[in-house]
């Protein structure tokens, strides 16, 4: 995962309520029903999801906690509407704080990974995949529906095979554009069970963009979309951090495009765990 900065996430808890009302302007549903579209967990309702303790274990391994991520990830969990709080202790003693608080879901990031633990099972929903999924599904919606849409993602990381797989699963067309073209082509070729049509791999940046109005920037660079590339079509997704667009690209797309540094990650990983737990019972 790309590490944030402290700057990144500072002041999430207190928007929330004007995130939700920013998303439902672009997509008309908020962050908890857009993250269980894209974990495809039907409607949860608030008693189930408050029986759920969701705890957040701050890791000081490698690079260290960054200030505020822990009371972030927990804020938006609290937000969705789950029993979420951060351990007091941290690394593998704030770990057995929370086995001690019978945690259902534990979240745990490091250097390198950022995982939701489901205790009841021992399985797992990784961030990445996660955040490709949710970004896919905010696009599916703000759109009405991909079905035979073409998209074009930009990265063919963790995060952008993950987008690609759900963009399919809506019924997308896909293109990939990765600056390492041998990332895309091993990964299209590991796809079964599409029509090959479906998906291919974009040899040149510049002409993916100009023939593409619905993109999903997985990339972790800077500026590299431009005014000249956003058109009164266009509707970005933008998982990558930083943002890939310009500010001249920005201004003419803010009302159709969807950008976090954490939320709709963090809550289609939460979503994700429900849904296993829910199917427990």
């Not at 019978?102 to 490091?110: Q, V």
């Not at 970005?236 to 951090?241: C, D, E, K, Q, T």
């Amino acid at each position: 995962m790309t590490r944030l900065k402290s700057d990144d996430i500072s002041g999430i808890t207190s928007q929330l309520k004007a995130y939700d009302e920013d998303l439902i302007a672009k997509t008309g549903y908020n962050l908890r029903q857009i993250a269980c579209h894209a974990a495809g967990l039907t409607e949860i309702t608030r008693a189930e999801m408050a029986a759920i303790r969701v705890v957040v274990v701050p890791i000081s391994w490698g690079q260290g906690v960054i200030e505020g991520f822990g009371e972030a990830t927990a804020g938006i969990l609290k937000h969705l509407g789950f029993d979420a709080c951060v351990t007091g202790q941290t690394d593998i003693s704030g770990l057995t704080e929370a086995c001690e608080t019978k945690a259902d879901i534990i979240f745990l990031s490091d250097d390198n990974d950022f995982v939701a633990l489901n205790t009841r099972n021992r399985q797992y929903v990784h961030n990445a995949q996660a955040t490709g999924k949710g970004f896919a599904a905010g696009l599916d919606l703000m759109t009405g529906g991909l079905a035979q849409q073409p998209v074009l993602v930009l990265g063919c990381g963790a995060v952008g095979r993950s987008a690609s797989l759900s963009l399919l699963h809506y019924g997308a067309t896909v293109s990939i554009y990765d600056i390492n073209s041998r990332y895309s082509r091993e990964f299209v070729s590991t796809l079964s069970g599409y029509d090959p049509g479906r998906v291919t791999v974009e040899p040149d940046f510049n002409k993916a963009l100009a023939g593409h109005s619905l993109i999903v920037d997985a990339t972790n660079a800077a500026e590299i979309i431009r005014a000249e590339d956003i058109s009164p079509q266009t509707f970005i997704v933008a998982p990558g951090m930083p943002m890939g667009l310009s500010d001249g690209a920005l201004n003419k797309v803010t009302d159709r495009l969807l950008h976090d540094p954490l939320q709709i990650g963090v809550a289609t990983m939460a979503m994700a765990v429900a849904k296993q737990l829910r199917e427990l019972r």
